[in-house]
Each structure stands twice: as C-alpha cells, then as structure tokens.
C-alpha cells in the first residue's frame, strides 16, 4: 500500500523566514496530495492541495510542489508569523481509494 | 461554517468496556470516516462508510470494531471490548460530492479515549 514519509519531524524558524516541509510518497498511483494544518485541540484542517496534473500551486504564503517522477512533494510557508505555529501533515490519496494516507507530521515553531 | 462535530471530547474507560464515541457530519455530506491517532504516531485510516455500509476498513479495523449511522445525522464508532492500546485521538471526517469530485474531507476536533 502507499507510505507517506515526511520531514523533518520538528522545525524552528524565526518569524518572517520561509518553512520548507518535504514529503515523499510510494504509490504512483496517488493523484491527490493534501496539506492539513493542526493546532493544538483540533482536528486537521485542510490547508492547501495540489493534484498530479499540476506541478505547483499557491495560495498566498503557502506553496504547494509537486514532483511526479521523483514522487516528492513539499509545502513551502513564506514570511511566516506566530500563528503557522502548529502540526502539518502531508498526505496522499489514491486515484481509486478513498482513504487518506498521512506522513507522521511537522511540528513548526516561529521563533519571535 | 458548517463544521464536523464529535462527542465526548474526552473519554476514560475501563480495559475490557464498550465505548461509543459520536460524530455528527456536515448535514449534506455523503461519505464518512473514522480516522485515529496514537499519541506521537501518524493518523491512520480506520473505515469509510457510504450508502449505510462500509466502503474500505483497514488492518485495524477489526471485529471489536464497528460503525453505525443510527439516524440522519449521527455517526458512531463502538468499541466492543477496550484494550489498553486503543487509547488515542480517534477523528470523524465527512465528505460531499461536488461537481469535478473534490475530494476534500472535513476533520472533527476528535476523542480523545483514554483506556485504563
């Protein structure tokens, strides 16, 4: 089945500096990459997404990429603030399922 | 906003006892499912549930396992007899059908079961 690694585990970034989280995925069968965003108490919430027709997509701060053949995916937060601090998870979906398939998550930290 | 809603928010129990724990999907949603998170794990996928049965369930979905829509807005998870490693963060999500297949699910804020 598919496996979803992502990294790293824990990231500290001063605030207005850019966060790059990296994913890899196995399956190439997946067509569907979300991102959710976790804050402490709440379920994950969807963030951005990218489908693997595109090779990026963005959505004010937040950057989604998309490498097909290397099967990589990354989210890129720009001039981050304290409140991207939170848990992001990366995730996969395939074509013909429906379940989603989640890496084990970022903490981010913005550092004042 | 319409949001996903799960009942309790909390629950401790006893190895060996039966929980249930609820969720109320987004009213027009079709598709349900019912996701956990071992503290410090990923979150895995436990079933799907659509047109009153089950679509897919996982590995770990086993027998003491089940799910149940018992009227039109609540959606349930039973736990038959708890053992200690089924403490964790337990997510409902729902999903719609929009034009072009979306396939965006909307999380709960979860249960958090404690098994004792």
């Known amino acids: 089945g598919e496996n979803v690694e992502q990294h790293p585990s824990t990231l500290s970034v001063q605030e207005g500096d850019s966060a790059v989280i990296k994913c890899t995925y196995s399956d190439s069968a997946s067509n569907y990459f979300p991102w959710y965003k976790q804050e402490l108490g709440k379920g994950p919430q969807l963030i951005i997404d990218i489908r693997s027709n595109v090779g990026e997509k963005k959505d004010q701060r937040i950057a989604v990429t998309l490498n097909k053949t290397a099967k990589h995916f990354s989210l890129h937060i720009t001039e981050t603030q304290p409140e991207d601090s939170a848990v992001y998870f990366c995730a996969a979906i395939l074509n013909r399922d429906d379940k989603i398939i989640f890496g084990k998550g970022t903490r981010l930290h913005i550092l004042p | 906003e319409p949001e996903v809603t799960q009942t309790p928010s909390h629950q401790v129990t006893q190895m060996g006892q039966e929980v249930i724990l609820r969720c109320v999907p987004i009213?027009?949603?079709?598709?349900f499912y019912w996701y956990r998170q071992i503290l410090g794990q990923k979150v895995e996928f436990l079933v799907s549930?659509?047109?009153?049965?089950?679509?897919?369930k996982s590995e770990i979905f086993d027998d003491q396992f089940s799910v149940e829509r018992p009227d039109g807005s609540n959606f349930t998870l039973k736990i038959r007899s708890t053992k200690l490693e089924d403490s964790a963060m337990y997510f409902c999500a729902s999903k719609g059908v929009l034009a072009g297949g979306d396939n965006e699910q909307f999380f709960g804020p979860g249960t958090r079961l404690t098994v004792l």
């Open positions: 009213s027009n949603h079709l598709y």
């Open positions: 549930f659509y047109n009153n049965e089950i679509s897919e």
